[in-house]
């Protein structure tokens, strides 16, 4: 591949925007998080509690590993992928149709990845072939598979003698099992994207991608390819979400999402694309985990969670406006 | 595909009225919704375009219609309002909650339309003055919208509110039609006539088009789009308000999902959610209109209702693909 050669003879015409952040937003996260810890902990001392950890990780494992799809989507300047409810319960489905005829663990863990694959795939399609936007396609793909799915089936649940209803309820020290794979695959995708080839053409075609195209960069390959992994990272979030969340309908996805939106957000990952640190996605979703747990010692109704929640986007969206304004990372 | 693109953009088709007719976005919703009508008439029968039958689909396309007229100032100036469905949620418990508080219908309505209209405008802080990404804050305030609705119900979920004037106008009927179903077809036409003809719609249709030509041509970009997101917020108010009148109560599912119906209605009528300036009002009714003779038509063959929503998926995936050869943006 003679992508530096490419480099140094191309006229520098155009600057090829990969800017990675600084640690001004990790700073911002941190404090908002122990604030809030702080505030929660002063009013209710029984927050500060091991029960309390647990609910947060909990709602941290399967927000977060989503986040990672929704992020990679996010910083390819794929803007959003609205199907993730649908591709994360078409892959839930096929977890518990595995598990039910009794397959190993690491069998239903890789039907679920592929699952989530080809649902990537599915939606790559469209928007590679027919130049559709990604956001009103995955609006409609999500619409349709949440209907498919519905006429498919009604409720499904793991057995509860297999792999990995045990793995769902196992805990690793003092944590939630499904924890740890998430904060793995945070730290092994943040680490890999700004340093690997692969990482840096997709942050360069969200960045710029007229310039990533000057340089011999496929725009088509990158984004088939980005749409699917980010549904490898669906299907692997449908294997926590199947283990540990009971029975569920093809409903129960959807609330999640506001929640990854706003995470990959705050977490300094522009929806304009090319920017984004993705370490900084453990601190913003799992602040963003606390809050219902907190909420809840407030005394507070499940109903004022949302509009907490939805106010936060609005603000991250605002601020992450004013910064693409100021060009500043 | 550039090639071929830039082909077709070295031969400038010069306008003409016949074959814009033929080809425009109106033209192609209506062939859709001819379409709707005849495979009804050949596969319910007469049933289909019977009163009583219109009456049904009319009262329940009062509600979108309304809302869809206001949100497509919206994306015409090229904004996304993606919480007109929790503003109609929430329109109708505030205006519930005050009625069971005593206060006259027509004394609540004002108040209810200003709260709604302050939403709005926090809409357009973080979108026009912050440069928010539309679509993202829009879902912000969606849920935001939707937990003080919540709140508002309280814990049994609804308001029981039923006020014996108001429902009797709002369930009138004219000519064996829905009053209100005749009031937003006219309103419809109100809209389409603004659009076109007056001053505040060409500026909004030139800011959605291009954003910089219209400012160098001294429109103040931010100003109309500020109104537009107004305007949108108001028609959500309104549509809530009617709803709150039309059962009588308002429930936590009041306006759920509304704004998929809309905007996947008024993208197959010949608006683009990505690129402002193109659409019409009555493309955007006539697109309810067959969305909803398709969900009609299924329900009076009693097939699953799930159909819909993969066929209103299939459709909106065609409108914006046709909307792409029409001239619209290529994602690459």
Same mark, same amino acid.
């Given at each position: 591949?003679?992508?530096?050669?490419?480099?140094?003879?191309?006229?520098?015409?155009?600057?090829? %925007?990969? =800017?990675?952040? /600084?640690?001004?937003?990790?700073?911002?996260?941190?404090?908002?998080?122990?604030?809030?810890?702080?505030?929660?902990?002063?009013?209710?001392?029984?927050?500060?509690?091991?029960?309390?950890?647990?609910?947060?990780?909990?709602?941290?494992?399967?927000?977060?590993?989503?986040?990672?799809?929704? /992020?990679?989507?996010?910083?390819?300047?794929?803007?959003?992928?609205?199907?993730?409810?649908?591709?994360?319960?078409?892959? +839930?489905?096929?977890?518990?149709?595995?598990?039910?005829?009794?397959?190993?663990?690491?069998?239903?863990?890789?039907?679920?990845?592929?699952?989530?694959?080809?649902?990537?795939?599915?939606?790559?399609?469209?928007?590679?072939?027919?130049?559709?936007?990604?956001? @009103?396609?995955?609006?409609?793909?999500?619409?349709?598979?949440?209907?498919?799915?519905?006429?498919?089936?009604?409720?499904?649940?793991?057995?509860?003698?297999?792999?990995?209803?045990?793995?769902? =309820?196992?805990?690793?020290?003092?944590?939630?099992?499904?924890?740890?794979?998430?904060?793995?695959?945070?730290?092994?995708?943040?680490?890999?994207?700004?340093?690997?080839?692969?990482?840096?053409?997709?942050?360069?075609?969200?960045?710029? =991608?007229?310039?990533?195209?000057?340089?011999?960069?496929?725009?088509?390959?990158?984004?088939?390819?980005?749409?699917?992994?980010?549904?490898?990272?669906?299907?692997?979030?449908?294997?926590?979400?199947?283990?540990?969340? &009971?029975?569920?309908?093809?409903?129960?996805?959807?609330?999640?999402?506001?929640?990854?939106?706003?995470?990959? @957000?705050?977490?300094?990952?522009?929806?304009?694309?090319?920017?984004?640190?993705?370490?900084?996605?453990?601190? +913003?979703?799992?602040?963003?985990?606390?809050?219902?747990?907190?909420?809840?010692?407030?005394?507070?109704?499940?109903?004022?969670?949302?509009?907490?929640?939805?106010?936060?986007?609005? @603000?991250?969206?605002?601020?992450?406006?004013?910064?693409?304004?100021?060009?500043?990372? | 595909?550039?090639?071929?693109?830039?082909?077709?953009?070295?031969?400038? @088709?010069?306008?003409?009225?016949?074959?814009?007719?033929?080809?425009?976005?109106?033209?192609?919703?209506?062939?859709?919704?001819?379409?709707?009508?005849?495979? &009804?008439?050949?596969?319910?029968?007469?049933?289909?375009?019977?009163?009583?039958?219109?009456?049904?689909?009319?009262?329940?396309?009062?509600v979108p219609?309304i809302v869809g007229a206001f949100a497509g100032f919206a994306l015409? +100036?090229?904004v996304v309002d993606l919480s007109i469905g929790s503003m109609v949620g929430f329109s109708?418990?505030?205006?519930?909650?005050?009625?069971?508080?005593?206060?006259?219908?027509?004394?609540?309505?004002?108040?209810?339309?200003?709260?709604c209209?302050?939403f709005g405008?926090?809409n357009?802080?973080?979108?026009?003055?912050?440069?928010?990404?539309a679509?993202?804050?829009t879902l912000?305030m969606l849920?935001?919208l939707r937990?003080?609705?919540?709140?508002?119900?309280?814990? %049994?979920?609804?308001?029981?509110?039923?006020?014996?004037?108001?429902?009797?106008?709002?369930?009138?009927?004219?000519?064996?039609?829905?009053?209100?179903?005749?009031?937003?077809?006219?309103?419809?036409?109100?809209?389409?006539?603004?659009?076109?003809?007056?001053?505040?719609?060409?500026?909004?249709?030139?800011?959605?088009?291009?954003?910089?030509?219209?400012?160098?041509?001294?429109? +103040?970009?931010? =100003?109309?789009?500020?109104?537009a997101l107004l305007l949108s917020a108001f028609g959500g108010g309104i549509g809530g308000?009617?709803f709150?009148?039309?059962?009588?109560?308002?429930?936590?599912?009041?306006g759920v999902g509304l704004e998929f119906q809309v905007y996947?209605a008024l993208?197959?009528?010949?608006?683009?959610?990505?690129?402002?300036?193109?659409?019409?009002?009555?493309?955007?009714?006539?697109?309810?209109?067959?969305?909803?003779?398709?969900?009609?038509?299924?329900?009076?063959?009693?097939?699953?209702?799930?159909?819909?929503?993969?066929?209103?998926?299939?459709?909106?995936?065609?409108?914006?693909?046709?909307?792409?050869?029409?001239?619209?943006?290529?994602?690459?």
């Amino acid at each position: 591949m003679s992508l530096d050669q490419t480099i140094v003879a191309s006229p520098p015409a155009t600057v090829l %925007q990969v =800017r990675f952040h /600084g640690w001004g937003t990790g700073l911002m996260l941190i404090a908002a998080w122990l604030l809030l810890i702080a505030a929660t902990g002063i009013y209710r001392a029984d927050f500060i509690s091991h029960q309390t950890l647990l609910a947060v990780a909990f709602t941290m494992s399967i927000v977060g590993v989503l986040s990672i799809g929704q /992020g990679l989507v996010a910083i390819s300047g794929g803007f959003i992928d609205l199907s993730q409810p649908a591709g994360m319960i078409t892959a +839930s489905l096929v977890v518990v149709r595995l598990s039910e005829a009794g397959m190993p663990l690491l069998v239903v863990i890789i039907g679920a990845i592929l699952a989530g694959m080809a649902w990537g795939a599915f939606n790559a399609c469209i928007i590679v072939f027919a130049k559709l936007n990604p956001v @009103i396609v995955t609006l409609a793909t999500n619409f349709i598979g949440l209907a498919a799915l519905f006429l498919v089936f009604q409720l499904a649940e793991v057995p509860q003698r297999s792999e990995i209803y045990a793995f769902g =309820r196992a805990s690793f020290l003092g944590l939630p099992a499904i924890w740890w794979p998430m904060v793995a695959l945070v730290l092994v995708v943040g680490f890999m994207l700004p340093r690997t080839r692969y990482g840096r053409r997709a942050t360069a075609v969200g960045g710029n =991608r007229m310039a990533a195209r000057a340089r011999g960069i496929s725009l088509k390959a990158t984004r088939f390819a980005v749409f699917t992994i980010a549904g490898g990272f669906v299907g692997f979030a449908a294997v926590l979400f199947a283990a540990t969340s &009971g029975p569920f309908n093809p409903g129960s996805g959807s609330a999640m999402q506001l929640n990854i939106i706003a995470g990959v @957000i705050l977490a300094g990952i522009s929806l304009a694309g090319g920017r984004g640190n993705f370490w900084m996605l453990l601190l +913003s979703v799992g602040f963003l985990s606390t809050i219902p747990t907190s909420l809840v010692f407030f005394g507070l109704s499940s109903d004022t969670q949302s509009i907490f929640q939805g106010l936060i986007l609005v @603000i991250a969206v605002a601020i992450d406006g004013l910064r693409a304004r100021r060009g500043t990372p | 595909m550039t090639d071929l693109a830039a082909k077709r953009d070295a031969y400038v @088709i010069p306008h003409h009225p016949v074959r814009d007719l033929l080809t425009g976005s109106v033209a192609s919703i209506a062939l859709t919704f001819i379409l709707v009508l005849a495979v &009804g008439l050949i596969w319910v029968g007469p049933k289909f375009l019977s009163f009583g039958n219109i009456s049904i689909m009319g009262s329940f396309l009062v509600v979108p219609l309304i809302v869809g007229a206001f949100a497509g100032f919206a994306l015409l +100036s090229g904004v996304v309002d993606l919480s007109i469905g929790s503003m109609v949620g929430f329109s109708s418990a505030l205006f519930a909650t005050f009625l069971t508080l005593g206060w006259d219908p027509w004394a609540a309505a004002p108040v209810t339309l200003l709260a709604c209209l302050f939403f709005g405008g926090i809409n357009a802080i973080a979108i026009v003055g912050f440069g928010a990404e539309a679509i993202a804050a829009t879902l912000g305030m969606l849920v935001a919208l939707r937990g003080i609705t919540w709140v508002l119900l309280g814990p %049994q979920g609804s308001i029981f509110s039923f006020n014996p004037g108001l429902f009797a106008l709002v369930n009138q009927s004219v000519f064996g039609l829905p009053l209100f179903f005749l009031l937003a077809a006219v309103l419809t036409l109100l809209t389409s006539i603004m659009v076109s003809k007056s001053r505040l719609g060409r500026h909004i249709q030139a800011v959605g088009g291009d954003d910089r030509a219209a400012a160098r041509a001294g429109i +103040s970009v931010n =100003r109309v789009r500020v109104v537009a997101l107004l305007l949108s917020a108001f028609g959500g108010g309104i549509g809530g308000i009617v709803f709150a009148g039309q059962l009588g109560s308002a429930a936590r599912a009041t306006g759920v999902g509304l704004e998929f119906q809309v905007y996947a209605a008024l993208m197959i009528g010949g608006y683009s959610i990505l690129r402002g300036g193109v659409g019409n009002p009555i493309g955007g009714a006539l697109g309810l209109l067959a969305v909803a003779g398709v969900s009609n038509i299924l329900d009076l063959r009693s097939i699953s209702p799930y159909y819909v929503n993969i066929i209103v998926g299939l459709l909106l995936l065609a409108a914006v693909l046709l909307d792409r050869f029409r001239g619209g943006d290529a994602y690459e």
